[in-house]
């Protein structure tokens, strides 16, 4: 299955390395190879999990999975050549470092996002807990994508801190920590703040925030009625299990009957047991819808980050014109709006000229301050919405592609259950023919 | 009993048959035992089918058969005092003990259990088939739903059925006038009254009070057998119903589910072709679902219903059966006491034997037929389930199909359907 996935994503790569060099090579600061990412540089897997106990921040015993990270040379795969992969073994709460990084330091890219931390739209018979083997295996399949999405995405793909990720087990934690992303993060006030002030939101940009909710809420509900389904079909399958029960019994006291009844008995409870194998599957299905559901919130964070951008643009702006506005007033003396100074004025009197001359230049300044912060915030603003835009396409052909094959991959699954459905209830029929 | 462990899978759904609190809403005295009213049929297609069904394989069973009824026409019939249905019955014979080959009479349920009781007290050890239960179940308010009265008029046509192929039954006087008389109240006056019965009734507990003295080894067996098929039949029924509840949770959350995909598509340009197309397919399954709970219902609910209260019957036959050689039993002992009287004594007693002989030989040659009548069917009804169930899925496969079919026609950008299997 990993191979699948791998497979899939070098496809997706190779349309988007081509959309996506059409428009932002120009704007890569980092040297890339036209068409060239890490995955297909680097063969990346994630091959296993394990427990491990270890004491944690607060010193107290804790048991956690890690996962091991296989990496080889491409060109050593293609050529026929099998070295051993070096490896590194990662925990979950390292590839979260990792992303959180990332979302940091691309604010204009729809980062991947990664298998949910709790096991969530779970139904009743499917446990909860992450220590679960089942739910440790996918979640292995979930960070092996992880990994795979990023390394094959034009822009994070040459990111040193992946890299390090990758190849470097000890000391990663501290380099991550160096780069000061911590920092650079948008606080959530600001950020917030921004949401409900901005004044003039690129309007395509709006409309993905908008669709991020949609994604997010179909998504979520559509999940919820999946689990909900699965529960009750689990029951449906499993009480045919009484039938193989009391076939069996009834079948002890009949004479013409008791054969036929007997073998029914037994197809019945084979059909009891179907249902794991059957909901199993599903979970898959689940999973790759839930990436979707996450991917809408990383799709929302770069719509947010449009908005703070273009906030602080309208914001430096408007500084700047209060300050020339100011300036203008105590260059020419007219008063043009309120202005608290322009009240003292009144009430006590103009200023002595050696004030007013110190307070004209350091406005002065302050302008020449404001123009530059100015510049920059526009550049900041339109480099994040050029770049950011040529992402969303990105992000929105993958989506189309991938729930695509997502949804026929559920009919084959279901498809697979009715075939197994006729066989279980004509191995019946005979069974009941013979009665 | 069996010990079977129970594996971690099952436990939650295993219904533990022996405890009577699972059998709490599903009483055997009820009709209908789950709570909700009987899912409405597609007009009469299905009940044709089934009808047509019976007929045929009863022509198939017996090509001597010279006697055909049918129970249909439900109608309300109003007096003063009461409200009450009247059924059709439509008899069709070439036997020359019938004035005619054809008749039709209107009979109400009342005139069925007369017929019923008659019949058991003329063959006290002959199997007769059991009839409708009498009460609604529990929670039901309107006795005279149409559900209701059609899972009773199939039920009714089954009884009436039954006695007609018997081969002693079906000759019964009271059949006779049940089927062709015009009106049957004056016939209902006559024979044992109430009192008489009441008197039997007393005098079959004085006996059974007394106790058996020894059972033939073939009743003793045959009792074993009633006793546990009847409990397994009882739990097979347990099992339907709680199927059918469990497929009725599962088709609410289905129609719950589909939506959520159309919404969905709402919002969506290229995905929202199959998006729609997936949710048309879930709910599609949902209707064929819809079917098969239908059918479940109309068609195993009722046959191991009639052999549920078939068990009882047995028990009865057993019962009355014991009561006979009882009653013989205890003259017998009265003769070798007594001095008195004992010529007198003498023909009770061998009248009493005589008895006990008819009684044991008509009970074993209906035994027989009895059970090769149950495999049938029991044998057709579950036949019927596993091909419904067959088609269900076959169905649901076909719709998945065509939307799978509309997915690769467009030109696809890889090969979906080979890795995913």
Redesign the interface.
Known sequence: MAE?GRD?LV?TDDESDHTAADGSSSLNNTVVEEGSTLVRRMEICVAEAEKRSGKNAVNMQETFTVYLIETRPMDAVTEGRNPAPDSLWRRYSEFELLRNYLLVTYPYIVVPPLPEKRAEFVWHKLSADNMDPDFVERRRIGLENFLLRVASHPVLSNDKILHHFLTEEHGWKEVVYETGFQAKADSRIRALSATFRVRNPDKRFMEMKH?SD??QS??S??LR??A??A???Y??Y??????G??????S???K??GD?LQS?GHHMDAY??SI?DILEEEEHYADQLKEYLFYAEALRAVCRKHELTQFELEMASQDLISKKQQHEELATGIVRTFSFKGMTNKLFGQEAPVQREARIKLLEELIAEGEDTVKEKTVECEEHVERAWVDMQRFKEH???D???A??????M???M??K??QM??N??EC??K? | MSGQTVHADFSGHMLDLDEDEDLEVFSKNTSLADGSPMPNSPSSMVNQYRLEEEEEQEQQDANARDLFVSVDNPESHVTAIETFIMYRVVTKTTRSEFDSSEFEVRRRYQDFLWLRSRLEENHPTLIVHPLPEKFVMKGMVERFNDDFIETRRKALHRFLNKISVHPILSYSQHFKVFLTAEELMSHRKQGPGFLSRMGETVRAVANSVRGLRSRPEEFTLMQEYVDDFSNKICSVDKVTQRIIKEQREYLDELKQYSPTYSQWAGSEEELAEPLRGVASCVERCGLETEEQIQHLSEVLVPALHEYVLCAETLKAVMRRRDNIQVEFEAKNEALASRRVDQEALQDEVDVLADRVELANNALKGDWSRWQNSMRTDLKSAFLSTAEKNVEYYEQCLAVWESFLLSQRAEPSEQNAGEDAS
């Open positions: 699948d899939e496809a669709y949609q994604l179909h998504t509900q559509l009625a999946r909900r389904v529960d009750r079909l029951g449906v499993k009480v045919h299990g009484n039938y029960r009391v076939f069996s019994e009834w002890a006291i009949e013409e009957m036929g029914a009891a047991a794991d989506k189309d592609k729930l695509r094959e949804l026929i991959n559920y009919a084959v279901q498809i697979s009715c075939k459905g006729i209830w004509s019946a029929k009941f023919l009665m």
